[in-house]
């Protein structure tokens, strides 16, 4: 019930194109869903996060889209560069299990120039 | 704003001896701060939450002996791997959250461990 599970493995995307990624939660008390970027060797930054009160939110190039029924939420890249080439994780916390953070397996993004 | 630094960003060690990584948060304080393990490829692996004071909350399966936490400040919290061996040899990254703003965690560039 505390699992994230994150969807693809990896993922290949042409520059210029968009990159999703999905997540899928089982715990409902859940109620705050980040996501993160990691570059190899460096620790995760926070990227974006939504709280299920709303259904989608764009920061930049970055939406997070948010179904709250179906227990799911994606994190999209819109015109995805090279740049943005690394491993993303999604994450969610709050519930029973309290500020604790559960990641995702994480989906490494590369972006063909 | 929200940065946390980790010290030193990596280490080599011969097994048997222990080592110290420090954890800190730079323009902000932090009540909890939480340690993590990252194996090559894959997910982070929280090992223990940690608050400012008090004792640190270990995860089932992680030796509370071996990982020692220390969290004695509000912006500084270490862990001591005590006795290290080869199998510990991994990416240890903290993370801090603002207290201000409870679910929000910002993480440092982590540790790199190897023994030898």
């Known amino acids: 019930q505390q699992q994230v599970k994150q969807s693809p493995q990896s993922l290949i995307v042409q520059k210029g194109g968009i990159s999703i990624i999905n997540c899928a939660y089982e715990?409902?008390?859940?109620?705050?869903f980040p996501w993160y970027q990691q570059f190899p060797g460096k620790g995760p930054a926070l990227l974006i996060a939504i709280r299920p009160d709303v259904s989608e939110k764009k920061e930049g190039r970055f939406t997070i889209s948010f179904n709250k029924s179906a227990k799911q939420f994606s994190l999209h890249i819109m015109d995805s560069q090279p740049g943005d080439s690394a491993t993303y994780f999604c994450a969610a916390s709050g519930g029973t299990g309290g500020f604790k953070t559960i990641f995702g397996a994480g989906t490494r993004l590369f972006v063909k120039a | 704003g929200a940065v946390v630094s980790q010290h030193p960003s990596w280490v080599i060690c011969k097994s048997g001896t222990s080592v110290k990584i420090e954890c800190r948060s730079l323009?902000?304080?932090?009540?909890?701060m939480f340690w993590y393990r990252q194996f090559p490829k894959q997910s982070l692996m929280l090992m223990a939450t940690s608050n400012e004071g008090s004792k640190a909350t270990y995860e089932q399966g992680v030796e509370k002996d071996k990982f020692l936490i220390n969290h004695a400040s509000l912006t500084l919290s270490t862990l001591t791997v005590t006795s290290a061996h080869p199998e510990d040899s991994s990416f240890y990254i903290c993370s801090a959250r603002v207290t201000s703003r409870l679910y929000e965690q910002y993480f440092g560039p982590g540790t790199r461990l190897t023994v030898t």
């Open positions: 715990n409902t008390a859940f109620d705050y």
């Open positions: 323009d902000f304080q932090a009540t909890t």
